[in-house]
């Protein structure tokens, strides 16, 4: 019986859940298990997710019927393998960042809150698997806003008071945005009557050139973008990215905009057709454009960064960038790219923020300058990070190689040959902001150590950034002179121990951080060696949306 | 048709070389026998590599693909000729290279020793993985992996100077690597839909002529590891790593592994047929040809012996290149000698100036005057080393010039045969004055005679910066800024008068500046057979009358057990170059396999 009902199950598990915790939230005995239900919660949700795929993968696309009122009348809920692709990412990385929830949320929360916390987050995953399920524009819009709305809420916790300015920040922002979102679905409404996506796109073929269609598309188009952060629209998403809670930092990066993103290849294939983008209004073009514009002014913001968060911020503009390239390109391979890239995206920015959400938890340092060493107090995490920062980079057999390998093929064969060097130009550039991390975290000596005067330093240290060579070499901390730099604990090294001054013992996080920061780094591997059971599926994806069987 | 076998061993001599990784990483702890783990590492990849010979040569291919990453594109390995070759010269090198640099590494009590050799054994195990790619997807995969693997060990020092230096050799090779090579991966694949190397090419009237030759130029710029001018910076930068670092990765496992792409690309990718009618041959030489006489010059004004081995190395990698760009069997086949003759001097050179430095901290050529009566043996190495880049006999490299020069006069290429002569004059000015002056000069009386003056500023110089470095400068570091003004303006006017470059060290600018200050300079004053003066033992007063007493002739290198495994290794490799000379004869066979003669 459960199963007939398995496209709706894991939307609905974890909104019930989130009305549970609200109002049981009074209750002291709730409070204590708070987030033991969220994890009962969201494992229920994957798994049911889980099921899916065999009856995807047979039957194509399971639609189901909300209340037995038939499409289109009714709200149709679909699962085709697109949202399949993301149904499955939600629900997996939410179980994975869900435990890491545990001990990193108490930093930002007293026990009492933790109710309503939990009850927020799984509002927003179940706003989020809402929308990816939804065949219905109005229902998607409405998910959207549950998840915004909770969206907000969760940014706010955050420890900093400027959480909170980023939070209304980006209430103004987004609400703007839904509000043109609306609009333009009404436009839509007005001239077809339905709001069945599959009805619309029936129906909106022969009015491509309607005028209502073009300025309702507009208010779509440009709603969207706020929502996934496109490039000249991405204000509200580095200060809300910077102050929200770690956790909801990695949730937010690797999930939010790639919500969005899902929504406009929804809008732009399941409600229009290819052929809209390509004849009636140069979108492709426009939407190549703003693609490159978010990779590398993105790329460039991010190397200015100091603060770790809003430099994973800035990249994560600049991946977006990558995903609506993929989109733009209208062929197969390049879609391929933008679609992998949404999976490959998600898992390494999340393994990323979950790395520096270590990193802060155990030592309160988020600026890049401050993590001399790191490596040496958390080597595990830093091993996170590293391997992680590689996928971003896009070195071969890791999740960023794949997608640079799809969306370099697919701009040759659109015969887009200026794309190519902005994306081989955006994984340089991820390379120089995320390198000086590794450099300092593995290869820099400890700031304020007894053997390391800090103002002589300081000055050589800015020299060496600028990338020249100093004249003022750092001979008093050098390796040579002084036979005791403090030895990277890349691997374990014994004939440092009787010279080199008690080095700090490692103090890595709980486990329930650090297991979720490791899987993030296996899976960017992974992603990259076994990439070929994602790729079919994006295929698939890919070929079915361009509707080139 | 040669019959192609599904066989194993390509994995296993890559993967030895990890699981050494793994093991040096895992037993860090317990020094002997980690350091145990390279030599049996190198010995079993070298076990491995040697098995495939009498395969290969009886004309078997050997190939594995390990796992689909993407599909259609596999990690595929292939054993040929070409590959062997460089596999056979990278394995049986890092045998002795881990000898040693487990002398060097221990004489000098160096930090972090455990990182070094896991991350050493990682980059042998990707350059056979390189040698044994069998497409352009599996190249890229460890030729990426190289370069991250190679950092920790450039870095090693982690001063600034050699992040600063390591931060170019990232930025030179990556940004070359993801820049261009990457493109034009995916240019080919774009075009042909083919990544597997086939003999001979699989390109040839693919798409347009423009198309195919930016391809190749993109690919060729895509190499940074072969330091074709003008990526060739990040190799004299490198040259902060420690020597067994120098020796076996930017003199051997690097840089071959770029010369190697080369010839692959050449003849595997775009096949010799193609490439002329591109027309290649009216750029390649040139540009290598450039290459190999700019670097020579630069070679002539360094005084920092690994600089001058650096700028060496950059010139004889691109007679590699010439070869291959000529586009004729026999250019091909010099090319591939040549990546492993010269491999075998360059290491002997390298290893000669890791072991001067180890045992009497000198690293200038202008302080190596009688090195030769301290050190006999290693400078007979050296001796053979330069025979080797000058292209003489009894050293190897007579066989790959020759063949190069061959190639030349086959295609009438008068430009490639022009640069051969003027680069051997070059390499004879800026090699045998080392050798000249480490054996007939300097020592004792000599020097008192002909040059009274100058001691005199040199002890008060260097008096003074000797103070420096004692241990109360570890504490601060603002006292340190100060030492390099003086000592070099001291050195320059003393030494010049007798360095054995007829060039003074100052029309180096910036080439050697950064590498002044070092702190091993104040050390090295006196030359004195002292081993290994750590900073505490050279007070002050020690320090200005080593600079007074000459130089002892005494016989230095076989004073420790550690300096002993270092001269036996010099003492390996020269002859390696030696027997290469004698008996050529497989090599040859193996190259005119991959020339197709």
Not at chain 1, 249 to 263: N, R
Not at chain 2, 424 to 430: G, V
């Amino acid at each position: 019986m459960l199963a007939e009902h398995l496209p709706i199950l894991h939307v609905l598990i974890p909104l019930v859940g989130a009305i549970v915790l609200l109002t049981g939230g009074v209750l002291r005995p709730l409070r204590e298990v708070a987030w033991g239900l969220t994890m009962l919660v969201v494992l229920a949700s994957a798994v049911s997710a889980f099921q899916l795929i065999p009856r995807v993968l047979s039957e194509g696309r399971i639609s189901y019927a909300l209340g037995n009122w038939k499409p289109p009348y009714g709200i149709e809920y679909a699962v085709d393998s697109l949202s399949l692709l993301l149904i499955l990412l939600i629900t997996s990385l939410t179980v994975i960042i869900t435990l890491y929830t545990r001990h990193s949320i108490q930093r930002d929360i007293t026990p009492n809150q933790q109710p309503y916390f939990y009850s927020a987050y799984l509002l927003f995953v179940g706003g989020l698997l809402g929308m990816v399920t939804t065949a219905d524009i109005f229902n998607l819009y409405v998910f959207l806003e549950i998840a915004s709305l909770s969206g907000y809420a969760l940014i706010a916790i955050g420890r900093r008071r400027e959480a909170l300015l980023a939070s209304y920040n980006y209430l103004m922002i987004g609400t703007i945005a839904s509000t043109l979102f609306l609009l333009g679905i009404g436009y839509l409404y007005m001239i077809t009557g339905t709001l069945n996506m599959q009805d619309l796109q029936a129906r909106l073929e022969e009015l491509y050139g309607s005028r209502t269609l073009l300025v309702g598309m507009a208010f779509i188009t440009l709603g969207l973008s706020v929502k996934m952060a496109l490039f000249p629209l991405h204000t509200w998403l580095p200060n809300a990215y910077t102050y929200a809670p770690d956790a909801i930092t990695a949730l937010m990066a690797s999930l939010t905009t790639k919500v969005g993103v899902y929504t406009a290849f929804r809008v732009f294939f399941g409600v229009l057709k290819p052929s809209f983008l390509s004849q009636v209004v140069p979108l492709e073009e426009i939407f190549m454009l703003l693609g490159a514009l978010a990779i590398l002014g993105g790329s460039l913001m991010a190397i200015f960064q100091n603060n770790l968060k809003r430099m994973l911020a800035y990249s994560s503009v600049a991946q977006i960038g990558y995903i609506v390239l993929g989109l733009a390109m209208l062929n197969v391979s390049g879609m391929m790219g933008g679609l992998i890239h949404i999976v490959n995206h998600a898992v390494v920015k999340a393994g990323l923020f979950l790395a520096v959400g270590n990193i802060i938890y155990r030592t309160g340092l988020e600026e890049v300058d401050d993590l001399n060493q790191i490596a040496q107090q958390m080597p595990k995490t830093m091993l996170a990070f590293t391997v992680c920062a590689l996928a971003l980079i896009g070195v071969p057999l890791t999740a960023g190689f794949v997608t640079k390998w799809y969306l370099v093929l697919g701009s040759i064969e659109a015969g887009r040959w200026f794309l190519v060097p902005v994306i081989v130009v955006g994984a340089l550039l991820a390379a120089v902001y995320l390198w000086r991390i590794i450099e300092r975290a593995y290869f820099w000596s400890r700031k304020g150590g007894a053997l390391t005067p800090p103002a002589p330093l300081s000055a050589s240290r800015e020299g060496g950034e600028l990338g020249s060579p100093s004249p003022f070499t750092e001979r008093g901390q050098g390796g040579e002179v002084n036979p005791d730099p403090p030895s990277p604990t890349l691997l374990p090294n014994s004939e440092q121990e009787s010279q080199s001054p008690p080095a700090p013992k490692t103090s890595e996080v709980p486990l329930s951080m650090l297991i979720p920061t490791l899987v993030m780094a296996v899976l960017s591997l992974a992603l990259g060696i076994f990439a070929v059971l994602p790729l079919n599926l994006a295929e698939r994806i890919a070929k079915s949306l361009l509707g080139a069987e | 048709m040669n019959p192609v076998i599904n066989a194993s061993e390509p994995i296993w001599a890559v993967g030895s070389a990890f699981l050494t990784a793994l093991l040096i990483a895992l037993t860090g702890r317990w020094q002997n026998l980690r350091d145990l783990w390279s030599p049996l590492g190198a010995l079993a990849q070298f076990g491995i590599v040697a098995s495939l010979v009498p395969a290969v040569l009886s004309g078997e291919t050997r190939t594995f693909t390990l796992t689909t990453p993407m599909p259609g594109v596999a990690l595929y390995f292939k054993v040929d000729e070409l590959g062997l070759f460089f596999a056979l010269m990278a394995s049986f090198l890092w045998f002795i290279a881990s000898l040693y640099s487990v002398g060097y590494m221990r004489a000098l009590k160096e930090h972090a020793q455990t990182r070094f050799f896991a991350f050493y054994a990682i980059s042998l195990g990707s350059a056979v993985g390189i040698a044994f790619a069998g497409n352009l997807f599996t190249l890229f995969v460890f030729y990426e992996m190289l370069t991250l693997a190679t950092y920790p060990l450039v870095v090693h020092k982690q001063d600034a100077e050699a992040r600063a230096k390591a931060r170019v050799y990232m930025t030179y090779l990556l940004g070359t690597s993801i820049g261009f090579q990457f493109t034009a991966i995916l240019v080919i694949y774009g075009i042909s839909g083919e990544l597997n190397f086939t003999k001979g090419g699989f390109l040839q009237g693919q798409a347009p002529d423009w198309l195919l030759l930016s391809a190749f130029l993109l690919y060729i710029a895509g190499i940074g590891k072969s330091a074709i001018m003008p990526f060739h910076k990040w190799l004299p930068s490198a040259m902060v790593a420690p020597a067994p670092v120098s020796a076996l990765l930017h003199a051997v496992a690097v840089v071959k592994a770029g010369v190697f792409t080369v010839l692959r690309v050449v003849v595997y990718v775009f096949g010799v047929d193609c490439l002329v009618s591109l027309q290649v041959a009216q750029i390649l030489p040139y540009v290598a040809g450039t290459t190999i006489v700019v670097a020579s010059l630069i070679a002539l004004f360094q005084d920092d012996l690994k600089l001058r081995l650096a700028y060496s190395t950059i010139s004889q990698l691109s007679y590699v290149v010439l070869g291959a760009g000529l586009l004729s069997p026999l250019g091909a086949m010099g090319a591939t000698l040549h990546m492993v003759f010269h491999g075998f001097a360059k290491i002997t050179l390298f290893f000669t100036a890791g072991h001067i430095y180890c045992a009497t901290k000198k690293t200038k050529i202008s302080q190596m005057r009688g090195i030769g009566k301290q050190m006999p043996f290693t400078m007979i190495g050296f001796t053979i080393g330069a025979l080797g880049m000058i292209g003489l006999p009894p050293a190897s490299s007579l066989w790959s010039k020759w063949y190069i020069g061959l190639g030349a006069l086959e295609t009438q290429h008068y430009f490639a045969l022009g640069v051969l002569v003027v680069s051997t004059i070059l390499n004879a000015l800026y090699f045998l004055p080392i050798v000249y002056s480490a054996f007939f000069e300097g020592g004792g009386g000599v020097e008192a005679l002909t040059l009274p003056s100058p001691p005199s500023p040199n002890t008060v110089g260097e008096g003074e910066s000797q103070l420096l470095p004692s241990p109360d400068a570890a504490g601060e570091g603002s006292v340190n800024l100060t030492p390099p003004a003086p000592l070099s303006a001291s050195r320059e006017g003393g030494e010049a008068l007798y360095s054995p470059s007829p060039f003074t060290e100052r029309g180096q600018g910036g080439e050697v500046n950064p590498e002044t200050p070092s702190p091993t300079l104040p050390l090295s004053a006196g030359g004195e057979s002292q081993l290994l003066p750590s900073s505490e033992a050279s007070g002050e007063g020690q320090g200005v009358r080593a600079t007074e007493k000459p130089p002892t002739s005494e016989v230095i290198e076989f004073s420790t057990p550690y300096l002993t495994l270092m001269t036996l290794a010099i003492c390996a490799t020269a002859l390696g170059v030696l027997v290469l000379f004698v008996y050529p004869h497989p090599f040859l066979e193996l190259a005119r396999r991959v020339a197709g003669l």
